[in-house]
């Protein structure tokens, strides 16, 4: 299949790193970026629509106010040239979109922006309105309020959870390298991988957490990470290097991640969810219960860990630790804790009232 296809692809994520729009001097390559606004600009006359997730502010901030090792040195360093590069980088994406009759829209988001469901739910409504107005939404993690607590942390996952907002159906993750490899690309043998059906442990295993340039934030994990959020909003995803001329013009080789099939929208955002507040251990007759699709009964659990209330987002992890799942709990984790291993039938005596059925429901239950 071809995300290039607006029959397939009717609404298209692209992402570009930092190492691809700055050089190595920290300037702007902007005969590269000239080119591939000219691509965005082909796709939407065929009818697609397209929004970017642009990284850069933090480089071209950081240029600007001369601070060193590219402006992280320290978070306060990586804020203070966040703010000053976002206008940057809002400002180059409006003229070099503008030079090809089209309107840019800039939004910077936060890891809670999207984790929220309200706030998450109000960004899918922006996206919506402006690719249905023909405006290309750029959007950028807002570094200059983030902290290591409450970012992405790399704009690889920012992206596949922009396009479950957006009900997109790809994300092309245009980086320093063509896809992904059964090694590290620069061992010798390393054998490029052109398509993955599923995500299992012996893709992860292929992965290399480097960033090639030193510039980007993200490697190999993070996009295999966000090639899992897409999947489950039934997104594909593909990495392909930006080091070509005209990346969006040709099929040049990349890795496809195929997606399963969609969820419903809110089982979606629980699976894209990064941001647990707690975890729950089952054991295996659990984990296969889950997998028949049964909700998550307290027999099957074997551990509680972390701080969380009813409601709140928690990870289920098999007895060898492998999430699972994300769901919605019913109870708080210190209730939950005096209802591990214990029969529903126990369950009233145990807490004093009639509980509910279960510690996950399966209709506020996704797996992974």
Same mark, same amino acid.
């Given at each position: ?8 692809? =009717? ?16 300037? !702007?390559?902007? =005969? ?8 965005i600009?082909?796709r ?5 629509q397209?929004?970017? !997730? ?8 950081a ?16 804020q ?6 976002q ?22 988001v ?8 309200? /706030? ?17 939404? !750029? ?5 200059? !309020?983030?902290?290591?607590?409450? /970012? ?15 009900? $997109? ?25 052109p ?98 699709? $049964? ?18 987002l ?19 984790s210190?209730?939950a ?32």
């Open positions: 299949m071809s995300l290039f296809d607006p029959s397939v692809c =009717p609404r298209l994520i692209v992402k570009v790193g930092s190492a691809l729009l700055i050089g190595p001097d920290g300037s !702007v390559r902007r =005969p590269w970026l000239a080119q591939l606004v000219a691509d600009a082909a939407i006359r065929a009818g697609q397209v929004a970017v !997730v642009s990284s850069g502010a933090i480089a071209l901030g240029r600007r106010l001369a601070l060193p090792k590219g402006g992280r040195a320290c978070l306060e360093d990586a203070a040239a966040a703010a000053v590069g206008i940057a980088l809002a400002g180059l994406w409006a003229e070099m979109l503008a030079s090809q009759g089209l309107t840019a829209a800039q939004m910077l936060t890891l809670d922006d999207l984790e929220d469901r309200r /706030r998450y739910l109000n960004a899918s409504a922006t996206l919506a309105r402006l690719l249905g107005l023909g405006v290309v939404p !750029v959007l950028n993690e807002n570094d200059s !309020v983030a902290t290591a607590e409450i /970012r992405f942390g790399d704009n690889d996952r920012l992206a596949a959870r922009v396009a479950q907002a957006a009900g $997109a159906q790809g994300v092309l993750l245009l980086s320093d390298i063509d896809g992904l490899y059964d090694r590290n690309p620069a061992l010798p043998g390393a054998a490029h991988v398509r993955v059906e599923r995500i299992d442990a012996g893709i992860e295993a292929m992965a290399d957490t480097g960033s090639a340039s030193g510039m980007g934030s993200g490697g190999m994990v993070s996009k295999i990470a966000a090639a899992r959020i897409a999947a489950a909003a039934g997104c594909h995803l593909a990495i392909a290097s930006g080091r070509t001329d005209r990346p969006l013009a040709t099929e040049a080789r990349h890795t496809l991640f195929v997606a399963e099939k969609s969820a419903g929208a809110r089982k979606a955002w629980l699976a894209g969810g990064l941001t647990a507040r707690g975890t729950l251990r089952v054991d295996a007759g659990a984990a296969r219960a889950l997998g028949g699709g $049964a909700s998550l009964l307290a027999a099957g659990v074997t551990a509680v860990e972390g701080a969380f209330g009813r409601g709140d928690v990870a289920i992890t098999g007895p060898d630790g492998r999430a699972l799942a994300r769901g919605l709990a019913e109870y708080d210190v209730d804790l005096r209802l591990i291993g214990r029969r529903s039938d126990e369950q009233a005596a145990i807490l004093g009232y009639a509980p509910r059925s279960a510690l996950v429901h399966r209709d506020h239950l996704a797996l992974l």
